[in-house]
């Protein structure tokens, strides 16, 4: 099975073959063959030095919510206008539709109007109706209340402006609930037909993605863990067609919205997607005959001056490794050739 490790190597190798931008430097160093025709005297060699993200294969599993829909208000006869689109943005006192040639329009309020008024009303619903009135800059606030003022009548007509319509009340039907602002994906109103009965959907919204996280590759479903630990460093973005984003530590996408945008929901994962480093960072490749593994499990590599330096080993191949290091410069390409005791000094 595929391991992350080898997957890893696998494209650092082909980071240090590819153009020169992946390579800092041009030598590289001698061929463990040749290393080991050598004489037993020490050979200088040039690490290779290249960027590396560390990039990991990743698969993103999507979690999709539900489709947001408008209902319509009631006003019954004969489409005569459609006033929205999709693609458009419903807002509170936007026109909807007209029947028979009396406007729909949008109001956010906090539940829908459940009755007509006029003056005279009063209650928890004129209140909610006042307080919209208020925000459209239709009435002042010290004018609203839970009573059905004149000053309401005079807002409300204003209002009714924008229905076609010449009154002081406000009809239920005339009405569309709109709890927030809503964006439109497609509207099933056409001119001429019949106006839907109450509470019929006319319009819906997009699908949206609630939520995404890191799954493990296909190729390695047994590395999950392993890919939780590395973002749990706080290091790593998440890349996807060119698009970076970031990571929480539990491995969840912090925008997971962006995901749905061309997508449907019969998109439940995104396969062709990375976990890189955040900021490149350098690596180089050594023979491995130029590690020293010391008794407590450290490893180094032999300086010119006969000193050491501690690296940490990221990846490997037959004769190769692949490491982490702040030493640079050359090293001894075979360690072992040296007459005094191996061991990394601190």
């Known amino acids: 099975m595929k391991t992350l490790g080898s997957t890893l190597f696998a494209l650092l190798l082909v980071a240090v073959s590819a153009v020169g931008a992946a390579i800092a430097l041009s030598s590289s160093p001698p ?5 080991a025709r050598s004489t037993p005297e020490p050979v200088l060699i040039e690490p290779v030095e290249f960027s590396t993200e560390l990039e ?12 947001g829909t408008l209902l319509w208000p009631g006003r019954a006869g004969t489409i005569t206008s459609v006033d929205v689109a999709a693609g458009q943005v419903v807002e509170s006192g936007m026109p909807i539709a007209s029947v028979d040639g009396v406007g729909v329009i949008a109001l956010t309020t906090a539940f829908p109007l459940y009755r007509d008024l006029g003056p005279g009303d009063s209650g928890a619903d004129v209140e909610m109706l006042t307080q919209t009135l208020v925000a459209l800059e239709l009435l002042d606030a010290e004018r609203a209340g839970d009573r ?13 402006v924008r229905r076609a319509v010449d009154s002081n009340r406000l009809d239920r039907d005339g009405i569309l609930w709109l709890p927030e602002t809503f964006a439109v994906a497609s509207v099933q109103l056409r001119v001429g037909q019949v106006a839907p009965a109450r509470d019929t959907e006319f319009a819906n919204g997009p699908q949206t993605v609630l939520g995404a996280a890191i799954e493990a590759p296909e190729a390695d479903p047994e590395a999950l863990p392993e890919l939780h630990a590395i973002v749990a460093e706080g290091l790593h973005v998440l890349e996807v067609g060119g698009v970076e984003f970031d990571l929480d530590l539990d491995g969840s996408v912090v925008t ?17 997607a990375l976990i890189r480093l955040r900021t490149p960072e350098l690596a180089f490749q050594v023979p491995a005959a130029a590690i020293i593994t010391s008794a407590d ?3 180094c590599v032999v300086t010119p ?11 490997g191949s037959p004769g190769f490794v692949v490491v982490d290091m702040e030493y640079r410069g050359d090293i ?3 360690a072992d ?3 005094r005791p191996l061991t990394c000094e601190r």
């Open 148 to 160: 059905y003022t004149t000053s309401v009548s005079t807002a409300v007509r204003e209002l009714n």
């Open 297 to 299: 499990g450290s490893q």
């Open 56 to 67: 990991y294969p990743v698969r993103v599993k999507l979690s999709w919510g539900e489709v």
């Open 332 to 334: 001894v390409g075979n």
């Open 337 to 339: 050739s040296l007459e």
């Open 31 to 35: 061929s463990p063959e040749i290393l």
């Open 256 to 272: 997971a919205e962006v995901l749905g945008v061309g997508r449907t929901s019969e998109t439940e994962t995104i396969d062709s």
């Open 305 to 315: 001056s006969d000193g050491t330096e501690f690296v940490q080993i990221v990846d």
